[in-house]
C-alpha cells in the first residue's frame, strides 16, 4: 500500500502508513529475538541452526520491506489504529514466531501445527502439538519455545494496563486513574514508554527472581531459565513431556505455585509495592483480596472430594496435588503435576471453571479476570434491589470509587460475548467428532489462555484435526486481546473513513 501512494504521486501515504510502518519495525525487532537459540545452538553444538538464521532473515526482510517505504511517517495513531495495532501484533508474530519450527525437522509436521506452537507461545496458552519427546528436542527449540512465552507475557503487561484501558475494550475502563502512566485521551501518545519501561523492570525483576528460586529448589539453570520464563508468563511450555512432575519434588512445586500466582497478579499492583516498598499495597486492593479468596474457596473444593475418594494414598499427597492443579489452571500456566480428568465428581469441570474467572486485570493471567467478575457479580445484585425498590440509587464501587455505569455495563456485554463466543466454538469443535466435555475444555484452554483441557486434549493436542487447530487459534488469539480487540475488525464501521 505504501508503494501505491509513491507511485501514484500522491503527496500523503495511504491512512494506514503509520500502522504499516510500526507492524515493519516490529518484525525487524522480533528477527532480533532469533539470536538468542542461536546462540543455545552455538553453545550445545546442536546443529539447529538453519530454523533461526532462516528465521530470522525471512523477518528481518519483511519487517524492512514494510517499514522502508513509509518510513518518514510521522502521522499520530488513532483510537482505531490501536485495535489494529494489538490485533497484527499477535496475529503477525504468531505467523512469523512459527518459521524456525515449520523449518526444524524436530516435533512441527506442517504449518498448521507450526502456527498452533508458536501462537500457544506468543498468546501463553501452553498447549503443544507434540505428544512425546519435549525432552530429547534441542536446547535451541526448548529455549525459543519458552522465550516466545517471556515475550509475549510483557505485551500482554503493556496491552493490559496502557494500551486497552485507553480504547476503553471490554470495560476495564476504571484502570484509567488507577495504573501507573494513565492514558487519558484518544491519541497513543509517548505515556505508554514510560508505562511499558517500568513494567518491564518489574517483569524482568520478577523473572530473575523465578529462575533463581527454581535453581535453589533444584532445577538445572537451564531448565530454571525456561521455566521462569514461563511461569512469570503463566504459559505453560515446559523442556519435559511430564511438565513440572517431572521432577516430583515439592520444593519446585511451591515455587512453581508462588510465581504462578505472582503472574497472575495485576503488574499495577507489583509496580506499585515496589516503588513504595510496601507489601500492604496488595491487600489494600479489593480484587487482590478476592483473588487470594477465590483459590482458597476452590482449593477446598477441588481438595475434599481427593481427600475423601482419592485416588491418592493420603491427605497430603491429596492436598499436594489439587492445590497445584487448582494454582495452574486458575492462573492460566497450565503446567500439571498429575492429568485430572479421571479425578472424581466435578473436580475437573470445575478445574476447566477456574480458568475463566481467577487471574486478575493487568496480569499475564488469561480469563475473563477477577475485577470482572467481581463487577458483573456487584451488578447482579444491585438488579435485584432495584427490583424491590426501582427509584432507588445504587452506586456499585470497587475499593471506595464509584464504578461509572457505562464501564459496569461494558463488563456485562463482554460477559455476553465471551460465553457466546466460548459456545459458538465449543460447537465447531463438536463437527470435528470430539465429545462434549473434551471439545468445551480445549475452547475453554484456548479462549482463557490455560493450556490443558481434559481427556485427550489434557497434555497436548496432537490428536485434534487440523480443523480444530485452527479453531482453537481463533480462541487463542480472540482470547488474549479481550475478545472485543478482534471482533471490532470484522465490523464494517471500523473500515470506512
Avoid at 519495525?25 to 522480533?30: K, T
Avoid at 542461536?38 to 530454523?51: G, K, S, V, Y
Avoid at 464501564?407 to 460475548?417: H, Q
Wanted: proline fraction near 4%; charged fraction near 10%.
Amino acid at each position: 500500500m505504501g508503494y501505491r501512494a509513491l507511485v501514484n504521486g500522491r503527496p500523503r501515504h495511504h491512512r494506514y502508513a503509520g500502522v504499516q510502518r510500526i507492524m515493519g519495525i516490529l518484525l525487524m525487532v522480533f528477527s532480533l529475538t532469533m539470536l538468542p537459540p542461536l546462540a543455545m545452538d552455538i553453545f550445545w553444538a546442536e546443529e539447529t541452526t538453519t530454523p533461526f538464521l532462516g528465521g530470522m532473515w525471512i523477518t528481518l526482510t519483511t519487517g524492512a520491506l514494510l517499514w522502508w517505504p513509509v518510513r518518514h511517517e510521522r502521522s499520530e495513531l488513532k483510537v482505531r489504529d490501536g485495535f489494529l495495532i494489538t490485533t497484527l501484533f499477535w496475529a503477525v508474530l504468531g505467523l512469523f514466531g512459527a518459521i524456525p519450527f515449520y523449518f526444524a525437522d524436530e516435533g512441527w509436521h506442517s504449518i498448521t501445527e507450526s502456527v498452533f506452537e508458536s501462537v500457544s507461545g506468543l498468546t501463553t496458552t501452553g498447549s503443544t502439538t507434540i505428544a512425546q519427546g519435549l525432552d530429547e528436542l534441542p536446547h535451541s527449540l526448548k529455549y525459543y519455545r519458552s522465550q516466545l512465552h517471556w515475550l509475549g507475557g510483557m505485551g500482554i503487561v503493556v496491552l493490559a494496563v496502557a494500551v486497552l484501558p485507553m480504547l476503553g475494550v471490554g470495560g476495564m475502563g476504571l484502570y484509567k486513574a488507577e495504573t501507573p502512566g494513565p492514558m487519558k485521551d484518544s491519541k497513543l501518545t509517548p505515556r505508554i514508554t514510560s508505562t511499558a519501561r517500568a513494567l518491564w523492570m518489574v517483569y524482568l525483576v520478577l523473572t530473575i527472581a523465578c529462575g533463581l528460586a527454581f535453581w535453589w529448589a533444584g532445577m538445572t539453570p537451564f531448565d530454571a531459565l525456561c521455566h521462569a520464563f514461563s511461569t512469570i508468563a503463566n504459559g505453560g511450555f515446559s523442556t519435559h513431556d511430564n511438565s513440572i512432575g517431572h521432577y516430583g519434588t515439592l520444593r519446585i512445586e511451591l515455587v512453581a505455585m508462588f510465581f504462578m500466582l505472582v503472574g497472575a497478579t495485576n503488574f499495577a499492583l507489583h509496580y506499585t509495592a515496589f516503588t513504595r516498598r510496601n507489601l500492604g499495597s496488595y491487600f489494600r486492593d479489593g480484587e487482590f483480596r478476592v483473588f487470594l479468596s477465590l483459590y482458597l474457596g476452590m482449593g477446598i473444593l477441588v481438595c475434599l472430594p481427593l481427600v475423601v475418594m482419592g485416588p491418592y494414598p493420603d491427605a497430603l499427597t491429596a492436598i499436594r496435588h489439587g492445590m497445584f492443579q487448582v494454582i495452574a489452571f486458575g492462573t492460566t500456566a497450565g503446567f500439571a503435576t498429575d492429568n485430572p480428568t479421571s479425578w472424581p465428581v466435578y473436580v475437573p469441570l470445575l478445574l476447566v471453571m477456574c480458568t475463566f474467572m481467577m487471574c486478575s486485570g493487568g496480569s499475564t493471567g488469561g480469563g475473563v479476570k477477577v475485577v470482572r467478575l467481581m463487577l458483573f457479580v456487584r451488578q447482579a445484585f444491585r438488579e435485584l434491589k432495584l427490583l424491590v425498590h426501582p427509584n432507588a440509587e445504587v452506586a456499585i464501587k470497587l475499593d471506595g470509587k464509584v464504578v461509572p455505569n457505562d464501564v459496569v455495563y461494558a463488563v456485562g456485554g463482554f460477559f455476553s460475548v465471551y460465553i457466546g463466543m466460548t459456545l459458538a466454538l465449543t460447537g465447531l469443535m463438536l463437527l470435528t467428532g470430539m465429545d462434549g466435555i473434551t471439545a468445551f475444555s480445549a475452547v475453554a484452554a484456548s479462549i482463557n489462555n490455560a493450556g490443558p483441557g481434559l481427556g485427550e486434549v489434557n497434555a497436548n493436542v496432537a490428536s485434534v484435526s487440523a480443523f480444530g487447530k485452527w479453531v482453537m487459534i481463533f480462541a487463542m488469539l480472540a482470547g488474549r486481546l479481550e475478545v472485543f480487540t478482534l471482533l471490532v475488525l470484522f465490523t464494517p464501521a471500523f473500515w470506512r473513513r
